[in-house]
């Protein structure tokens, strides 16, 4: 196996990434969209890395599989469903458990890296 590189994660165009779409559970207006890459992901769906990019809005959260992210850029709230409430912002790392449920809010675009085992 060969090691991978995203260079300057925090500098790739947006141009260059994938359109993934809007969130599929949007909380009203405005509805977040995502675009990304993804860096690697093992024949099995498992063990994903990549870079992440997503607009403004709020939606609804449901992490399955673990999932460390490093953020580079932007701000957003995430509010468990037991009422837990944590800011992220560019320069912050984060850790969601499998299982973690509530809701997202970006409120200025965020770029992140991240990496589902």
Same mark, same amino acid.
């Given at each position: 196996?060969?090691?991978? %590189?995203?260079?300057? +994660?925090?500098?790739?165009? !947006? $141009?260059? #990434?994938?359109?993934?779409? =809007? ?15 993804? %860096?690697?992901?093992? +024949?099995?769906?498992?063990? !994903? $890395?990549? #870079?992440?990019?997503?607009? =403004? ?24 469903? !037991? ?35």
């Amino acid at each position: 196996m060969n090691a991978k %590189l995203l260079a300057q +994660a925090a500098q790739v165009p !947006e $141009a260059a #990434l994938t359109d993934w779409g =809007p969130v599929e559970a949007p909380i009203g207006e405005p509805v977040s969209r995502t675009s990304g890459t993804v %860096l690697n992901r093992d +024949a099995d769906g498992a063990n !994903e $890395a990549g #870079l992440w990019l997503c607009t =403004p809005g709020t939606w609804r959260c449901e992490v399955e599989r673990a999932e460390f992210c490093q953020f580079l850029s932007g701000r957003s709230i995430y509010t468990s469903d !037991e009422g837990v409430r944590i800011e992220v912002e560019g320069g912050d790392a984060a850790y969601f458990p499998a299982g973690w449920r509530g809701t997202c809010e970006v409120v200025t675009s965020v770029r992140k890296t991240y990496m589902i085992p």
